[in-house]
């Protein structure tokens, strides 16, 4: 984290003081009024800022998601890469990466990772993993994994489609079962030689609600 400017440090001040004396995070607006900024925009490019340098998290398209983030000794950062699909399978641009940079860095505790090593996060798209409390804007913690036992959820590149999904992954005979937790969903068979394991689910942190 860089030094915070003056400004940053009154946004943050007062973000803090409304959490604890309201339970739920100021709107822009709020922080106009408590702060005595100009305009919402000169607002939001603060807080643009303090998310990029790891502040405060924000929730997109979720009404007063702002949530800071207290940085504590031992707490470590692991690079948010992008987003996949618990529904049908996205589109990557490739199969050797995610991204070249992180969109972003997701602070955690140890607790969380428990000393793992090669964790990385993606942000979680559909509902299709809901009944294992994995909800679209979720964000799943990823351990680097070429392989998983049955029943273990991963990332699962499909070669031939240049897709990915989260699944629960299964072994049947000669065929691989992509399963979803959503009992309104089907699973997806696949041939094994068309399935690559890219990383394993080792953690979830759940958007948070309005």
């Known amino acids: 984290m860089t030094r915070l400017t003056k400004t940053r440090s009154r ?3 007062f973000i803090r003081t409304f959490l604890q004396e309201r339970g739920y995070a100021p709107t822009v607006r709020d922080i106009v009024k408590g702060c005595g900024i100009s305009t919402s925009s000169v607002v939001q490019y603060h807080l643009n800022i303090l998310e990029k340098e790891g502040y405060i998290q924000r929730a997109p398209q979720v009404f007063r998601s702002i949530r800071l983030v207290e940085d504590k000794p031992g707490a470590v950062r692991v690079p948010l890469l992008g987003t996949i699909a618990a529904g049908e399978p996205l589109p990557v641009p490739s ?12 602070p955690l505790t140890d607790d969380l990772i428990h000393g793992k090593e090669g ?15 994995i909800d679209d804007g979720d964000i ?27 699944k629960q992954v299964y072994r049947e005979h000669n065929r691989i079962r992509l399963q979803p937790a959503n009992r309104q ?26």
């Open 11 to 13: 946004i943050l001040n």
């Open 95 to 106: 199969s050797d990466t995610w991204a070249t940079v992180p969109e972003a860095t997701v």
């Open 119 to 133: 964790i990385y996060a993606l942000r979680v798209k559909g509902t299709s993993m809901i009944d294992a409390l």
């Open 140 to 166: 799943v913690l990823m351990q680097s994994a070429s392989t998983v036992s049955d029943g273990e959820m991963a990332a699962v590149w499909l070669k031939r489609e240049q897709e990915v999904t989260l």
């Open 185 to 210: 969903m089907g699973p997806l068979y696949q041939d094994p030689d068309n399935v690559e394991i890219q990383g394993k689910v080792v953690g979830v942190i759940r958007k948070m609600g309005g």
